[in-house]
């Protein structure tokens, strides 16, 4: 199994990135895939999250209204928009699988596979 983030980069506060998440390995239309985000010397942090039809997202309070999650199964792919970027924003992003049925879209521990992540910084 093997989730890949990518798209990250160097942009301006204000400014918009779109990350995407591949997987390759598992049923990926049966998974819920999840984004977190760690800083420099603070804990990884849930930022959004889409369920496995697609149908659904979720959101971190800060994300809400600037972010926005999509799915396409047909690509083995979720996507990511970064909107009205933030210095804060500036984290290494992850995307992560669910575990299994007891999958909680904002705690880490019920996700079974992580991607490696992309940085991205968001300059003032």
């Known amino acids: 199994v093997q989730l890949q983030a990518y798209g990250g980069g160097l942009v301006q506060a204000g400014g918009s990135l779109r990350l995407s998440c591949t997987a390759s390995?598992?049923?990926?239309?049966?998974?819920?895939i999840g984004w977190f985000r760690q800083a420099p010397g603070k804990e990884r942090e849930f930022v959004a999250a889409?369920?496995?039809?697609?149908?659904?997202?979720y959101y971190a309070d800060f994300g809400k209204g600037r972010f926005t999650t999509s799915g396409d199964n047909a690509k083995f792919t979720v996507y990511l928009l970064l909107d009205s970027l933030k210095p804060e924003d500036t984290a290494v992003y992850y995307c992560a699988a669910d575990r299994g049925p007891r999958w909680s879209a904002g705690r880490p521990e019920t996700y079974g596979y992580w991607g490696q992540g992309t940085l991205v910084t968001v300059s003032s």
């Open positions: 390995g598992l049923p990926f239309r049966l998974y819920a």
């Open positions: 889409i369920s496995r039809s697609r149908n659904t997202s």
